[in-house]
Structures are given as C-alpha cells and as structure tokens.
C-alpha cells in the first residue's frame, strides 16, 4: 500500500491554506516559536473554523514531560478548540502507565495520537510495550518520529511496529523532517511531515 495522506505542520492561517493548496489531507498546528506550548487558542480556533467539514485539523501540544498535570491540561486546552486530533509526545522520563491511567478518562472523550521518537527512548522501554499501553487506552494511533535514513533493518523494525500499531486498533503514522519515497511502502495510514517538505 502506498502512502498518500499527508499531515502537514503550519504554523498559521495562510500556512494551513497554503498546505491544503499543495495537497495536504490533514493540518496539524504548532506553535511558531515555542516548542514547549501549542499554537494560541485564538489562531487555533481561526484555524478549526475555517476548515471544518474541510479536512481534519490536528494540533501539537508541545514538548511536554511525561506529566499526568501537563498532558490533562494540553488535552483539556485543545479539546476546547475543537480540534479534530490531539498530538501528545511521550517524551520519557516519567511513569507512563500512571500518565495513561490518569488522562485516560480524557483520551476516551478526545481522538489523541502519540508521538514517539524510538531512538530516544531509555533502554528498559521498548516500542513494543508503549505500543502495547497506548492500544489498551482507546487512543487514535501512535505516530512514529524518524531523525535519520534508515538502514534495510531498521525499516524491516518499523514495519514490524505499524503491524503491530494496526493490530492494537490504531493508525499507523511516521513523522519526518524530509520526504523519503522509501517510506511510502510501509503500511502506515499517513505522513507527519513541514510543510516546506510538501511545497518543495
């Protein structure tokens, strides 16, 4: 299965028109300077407005900690902008199990995706368990972050996590910082990436 569905990140308005212009199926909004927060509510509702019943917008909530505080606040935050997907890192250290439990009343309610770097992860935490923990959570999916091209055996780990991602009921995303038409043979339901990676 090829990949044809691309979540685009914008940083404004004419950034999510521009994106929709070059072909983009999902915006996601994030924060223009600050990596620690998410996009004001105020341009996020612009946002919300003007595409709905357009396409789905999405909105990152920042490099937050693995923090059961933090991650009820971000998703009680974008919730209230009616955003249609709510991106949570999962950025350890932190007790995760604790963080699903008690956020898990909100992810019921709200379509969340978590976004997970596996190159950072500590060595006690595999891919396979976080997998396993979010796809009991009634979560949306799980969006796999790639920093570097990777080798025949590290796309052959990947697709094993996908499989493994769409048996827990879950969309499958990879999210890049540059487009790689490698990864349009991998099964995942869509690509994380710039917008000045889809206009280039």
């Known amino acids: 299965m090829l990949v044809s569905t691309f979540m685009v990140g914008i940083h404004h308005l004419n950034d999510a028109k521009l994106a929709r212009q070059h072909g983009a199926q999902l915006i996601e909004a994030i924060h223009p300077t600050d990596s620690q927060s998410c996009m004001s509510l105020s341009e996020l509702r612009l ?23 933090r991650w009820i606040e971000a998703i009680e935050t974008l919730s209230a902008a009616a955003v249609d997907i709510i991106m949570l890192p999962i950025r350890p250290p932190g007790n995760l199990v604790s963080v699903l439990a008690d956020t898990s009343h909100l992810t019921d309610l709200y379509p969340t995706c978590a976004v997970i770097n596996p190159d950072h992860l500590p060595t006690e935490l ?3 368990t976080l997998i396993a923990a979010i796809g009991g959570c ?14 025949e055996a590290e796309l052959r780990a990947l697709q094993g996590w996908i499989e493994l991602i ?19 043979t991998l099964e995942a339901d869509f690509i994380r990436l710039p917008l000045a990676q889809l206009i280039s």
């Open 138 to 151: 009634h979560w949306m999916g799980i969006c796999i972050e790639l920093d570097h091209t990777l080798n």
């Open 166 to 184: 769409h048996e827990s009921d879950l969309m499958a995303g990879l999210s890049v910082k540059q487009r790689d038409e490698e990864l349009n």
């Open 47 to 69: 946002i919300t407005k003007e595409f709905e019943d357009v396409c789905p917008v999405g909105a990152f909530c920042g490099e937050i900690p693995l923090e059961s505080a």
């Open 126 to 128: 595999s891919m396979e």
